[in-house]
């Protein structure tokens, strides 16, 4: 049976890699109606519930339910994402669309983010519409498009725009179960429970126009932006500390000296590849991303502007981030236009209750007495937009070795891959939580 389960998971995975499902960020890119028509081959045979969801030409999510027999029991639903982001082709040694499978490793774009996990959990639910009797509970697994971009055309706007198609209510999605390197050797894994929101600004500053040939008297828009942009980098956000924070830096098991410093927020390089992580885990992070300022040689641009990649975590307002912005630009704030592009409140759900209680238990078949330690994405998925609807949501994946360090260099990397031993160990870790949850 386990391997019944895992020849579907990975014949599965690699058709969703070679269809090359490729998000540019754009509308017209992505083309997941591939995939959806992939999974929906994949499911013949079974009578599930489907839903198609075409909000832009070739923008395909879909969606298969299992009705469970007792409508009062706990619903799940599988929010796995099925666009990739772009491959630069050229930085690569494997084919980023051919899903080739070498050394016990399955490389493509997408592998590790998240077709690996949307294969696994497509998997599960077949399996479960297969069974002599239903589960008790409803199960949905949803292939979203979109995700890459911010779900606008694909879970966002599901929950915009077909939030009664399932249950929002407990869903579970990427990125989970890697393993930390802990201090004394022991272990700990690594469960996804929230994520940081995003305070996208612009700022523009203006200047005078004139002939590139004739500068004396003029006040440059460029060397006052650059001037914003230095003092912007400068900021230095406080650490936040709270309990999601303080667990996870004591699951390191550091020395005290060490450990305290983490605490305060200082001395991220002791905890190796892992550092940058977690400086975003437990600071406001503000990044300059984007300059522009003129569009010809021999013309004194009157405007330039510089975009911001701020990442709030749970509890900081927009109103915050902008007060923020004006302390470090100093006498140069009233200069400054600060404009609001993609703004979302961080979300977190808590690390207690009955889907958490049942992520916790099977870890523990799987890893038996290691710990399971919450913690915050710095990056988005789809799970926010659940928590939103009033649900929970938890990355949940399960891998053999992989430590978190080594997870997130995979994302969105050159050579991406995952291992097939991973795939196995998700699909099995998937069949264990869906009937320990629903009773299946």
């Given at each position: 049976?386990?391997?019944?389960?895992?020849?579907?998971?990975?014949?599965?995975?690699?058709?969703?890699?070679?269809?090359?499902?490729?998000?540019?960020?754009?509308?017209?890119?992505?083309?997941?109606?591939?995939?959806a028509?992939?999974?929906?081959?994949?499911f013949?045979?079974?009578?599930?519930?489907?839903?198609?969801?075409?909000?832009?030409p070739?923008?395909?999510?879909?969606?298969?339910?299992?009705?469970?027999?007792?409508?009062?029991?706990?619903?799940?639903?599988?929010l796995?994402?099925t666009?990739?982001?772009?491959?630069?082709?050229?930085?690569?040694?494997?084919?980023?669309?051919?899903?080739?499978?070498?050394?016990?490793?399955?490389?493509?774009?997408?592998?590790?983010?998240?077709?690996?996990?949307?294969?696994?959990?497509?998997?599960?639910?077949?399996?479960?519409?297969?069974?002599?009797?239903?589960?008790?509970?409803?199960?949905?697994?949803?292939?979203?498009?979109?995700?890459?971009?911010?779900?606008?055309?694909?879970?966002?706007?599901?929950?915009?725009?077909?939030?009664?198609?399932?249950?929002?209510?407990?869903?579970?999605?990427?990125?989970?179960?890697?393993?930390?390197?802990?201090?004394?050797?022991?272990?700990a894994?690594a469960?996804?429970?929230?994520?940081?929101?995003?305070?996208?600004?612009?700022?523009?500053v203006?200047?005078d126009?004139?002939?590139?040939s004739?500068?004396?008297?003029?006040?440059?828009?460029?060397?006052?932006?650059?001037?914003?942009?230095?003092?912007?980098?400068?900021?230095?956000?406080?650490?936040?500390?709270?309990?999601?924070?303080?667990?996870?830096?004591?699951?390191?098991?550091?020395?005290?000296?060490?450990?305290?410093e983490?605490?305060?927020?200082?001395?991220?390089?002791?905890?190796?590849?892992?550092?940058?992580?977690?400086?975003?885990?437990?600071?406001?992070?503000?990044?300059?991303?984007?300059?522009r300022?003129?569009?010809?040689?021999?013309?004194?641009?009157?405007?330039?502007?510089?975009?911001?990649?701020i990442?709030?975590?749970?509890?900081?307002?927009?109103?915050?981030?902008?007060?923020?912005?004006?302390?470090?630009?100093?006498?140069?704030?009233?200069?400054?236009?600060?404009?609001?592009?993609?703004?979302?409140?961080?979300?977190?759900?808590?690390?207690?209750?009955?889907?958490?209680?049942?992520?916790?238990?099977?870890?523990?078949?799987?890893?038996?007495?290691?710990?399971?330690?919450?913690?915050?994405?710095?990056?988005?998925s789809?799970?926010?937009f659940?928590?939103?609807?009033?649900?929970?949501?938890?990355?949940?994946?399960?891998?053999?070795?992989?430590?978190?360090?080594?997870?997130?260099?995979?994302?969105?990397?050159?050579?991406?891959?995952?291992?097939?031993?991973d795939?196995?160990?998700?699909?099995?870790?998937?069949?264990?939580l869906v009937?320990?949850?629903?009773?299946?």
């Open positions: 049976m386990a391997s019944s389960l895992t020849d579907s998971t990975l014949d599965l995975l690699k058709e969703l890699i070679s269809n090359a499902c490729v998000n540019d960020l754009t509308a017209d890119s992505g083309h997941e109606v591939r995939n028509d992939t999974l929906a081959r994949f013949d045979g079974t009578d599930v519930k489907v839903q198609r969801f075409e909000p832009h070739g923008r395909v999510s879909i969606a298969f339910t299992v009705e469970g027999s007792d409508p009062d029991a706990e619903p799940l639903t599988l796995g994402h666009d990739v982001v772009p491959a630069d082709t050229g930085k690569w040694t494997q084919d980023p669309f051919a899903a080739d499978e070498v050394d016990g490793r399955i490389y493509g774009r997408g592998a590790t983010d998240m077709l690996y996990i949307t294969a696994a959990m497509a998997a599960v639910t077949r399996e479960v519409a297969l069974a002599d009797t239903p589960p008790r509970g409803t199960l949905t697994f949803v292939g979203c498009a979109d995700e890459e971009a911010r779900g606008g055309l694909g879970a966002g706007w599901l929950a915009e725009n077909a939030a009664d198609a399932f249950s929002w209510k407990n869903c579970l999605s990427e990125e989970g179960g890697s393993h930390l390197p802990v201090a004394d050797g022991s272990d894994i469960v996804v429970v929230g994520e940081k929101g995003a305070a996208q600004r612009r700022l523009t203006r200047g126009a004139g002939h590139g004739i500068p004396y008297g003029r006040e440059s828009a460029i060397a006052l932006i650059a001037e914003v942009a230095r003092r912007v980098a400068a900021l230095e956000p406080e650490v936040r500390s709270d309990d999601l924070w303080e667990n996870y830096v004591r699951a390191f098991r550091f020395d005290p000296d060490t450990e305290q983490l605490l305060e927020g200082r001395n991220y390089d002791a905890l190796g590849d892992l550092a940058r992580n977690s400086h975003a885990m437990s600071h406001l992070t503000i990044s300059p991303t984007v300059l300022a003129g569009s010809a040689i021999n013309v004194l641009p009157s405007t330039a502007y510089l975009e911001l990649d990442r709030p975590l749970p509890g900081q307002t927009q109103e915050d981030i902008d007060a923020l912005l004006r302390s470090g630009l100093g006498d140069l704030a009233e200069r400054v236009e600060i404009e609001h592009l993609i703004t979302e409140d961080a979300t977190v759900s808590p690390a207690e209750g009955p889907l958490f209680s049942a992520i916790v238990d099977t870890i523990g078949e799987f890893f038996p007495d290691v710990p399971v330690v919450p913690i915050l994405s710095a990056g988005g789809d799970l926010r659940g928590r939103r609807q009033g649900g929970v949501g938890y990355g949940f994946a399960l891998h053999r070795t992989a430590t978190l360090g080594g997870v997130l260099d995979q994302l969105h990397g050159h050579d991406e891959y995952v291992e097939v031993q795939v196995e160990l998700t699909a099995q870790a998937y069949r264990s009937r320990r949850f629903l009773g299946a």
